[in-house]
């Protein structure tokens, strides 16, 4: 492996602690080397607090060893004022000569400014060390900024025989199709992503609360497609658990594709991504707009016979895992 490259991976592997945390911020990776030895590392901080960048600087101990090493970042150093000052002019001020990015910023706040201060500041910059991995990495920040919606994903489960819940039920609560191990997997997906949406009819048939409870993270932001605003205020998805959006009649035209107004709505919101929940028409809809990135599908082993049909599609199968009796596929769209 070239050495660039294994620095970048690292700074990718790091960048992975800041999942769920950063957002609507990218989540960043930076290393720092001299002499072939890792000096210092950094990721993003919960948003609002410092970027990799800094993390990684501050975590160097002797500071005169900066002007010998070499800094490695996942994604082009900002070069503006948001919530805090630019990673650029910070890396210019402790006389870092060498950088190494992974992928430029199409954020338009940077795109390309924070590489030409550096330059123009003596310093030696190296872009495009793991592109496709580092565009990979940060495809829920890259999908917002250049698609102008949230990265989506389609999750759901189905029995074997192909239904997402049977014809009739005794309660208001879900049949479950997965075991507790796959059910524990949604609820880490859950913390990692920025909202989770649903339409009312699941909120009718099975009351969920669509909160993190058998992981530990942030809570997503809880979106419900409520185009007739009918749905019970006593509902778990108005609890305080939460903040929850609720589309009604008010945000969206019945008559237009409905999941274009929502990928508007959630843009407008600064919502980053979206795990689509259910149920079987929300998910067509989606599907039929071709307004999805990946598809989460569990597959279980019982049958229904009868009941909602799962939804159609088609993607690109990379992956198949077992929990146990449960078969995990996950689908991008190609």
């Known amino acids: 492996m070239k050495i660039h490259e294994k620095y970048i991976n690292r700074c990718i592997e790091i960048g992975e602690n800041g999942l769920g945390t950063t957002r609507p911020n990218p989540m960043v990776g930076c290393v720092i080397v001299r ?64 950088v190494v990015i992974g992928t430029i910023d199409d954020n338009s706040l940077v795109a390309g400014k924070g590489i030409e201060k550096l330059k123009a500041a003596g310093c030696e910059v190296t872009v495009g060390v793991l592109e496709h991995e580092c565009k990979q990495h940060h495809k829920r920040f890259f999908t917002f900024h250049n698609k102008k919606r ?5 999750k759901w489960a189905e029995s074997a025989d192909g239904f997402l819940s049977p014809k009739t039920k005794n309660e208001q609560k879900p049949v479950w199709i997965t075991n507790t191990y796959s059910r524990q997997l949604v609820h880490k997906w859950r913390a990692e992503e920025q909202a989770i949406l649903v339409g009312a009819n699941t909120v009718l048939q099975d009351n969920p609360s669509l909160t993190v409870r058998d992981w530990s993270g942030l809570h997503p932001t809880r979106i419900v497609i409520d185009t007739y605003n009918n749905l019970p205020k006593d509902s778990a998805i108005f609890n305080t658990s939460a903040k929850t959006i609720r589309l009604t009649e008010a ?8 999941a274009k107004q929502i990928c508007n709505t959630l843009y407008k919101q600064k919502i980053t991504s979206v795990i689509i929940e259910g ?5 067509q809809t989606f599907i039929d707009e071709n307004l ?31 929990l146990l009796n449960d078969t995990l596929k996950y689908y991008i769209n190609d």
């Open 279 to 283: 149920g079987s028409k929300t998910l």
């Open 251 to 258: 945000d969206l035209n019945t008559s237009e594709p409905l």
């Open 150 to 154: 949230p990265y989506i994903i389609l």
């Open 292 to 322: 999805w990135d990946e598809a989460r599908v569990f597959y279980g082993t019982n049958s229904f016979l009868e009941g909602t049909k799962a939804p159609l599609f088609k993607g690109q199968l990379i992956s198949e895992t077992k």
């Open 35 to 98: 002499n072939h030895a890792i000096i210092g590392e950094g990721y993003t901080s919960p948003y609002g607090g410092p970027h990799a960048e800094v993390n990684a600087i501050q975590s160097v101990k002797d500071k005169s060893l900066l002007k010998d090493a070499t800094l490695y970042v996942t994604l082009e150093p900002c070069s503006h004022f948001g919530k805090t000052p630019p990673c650029s002019d910070l890396i210019i001020k402790h006389n870092i000569p060498k």
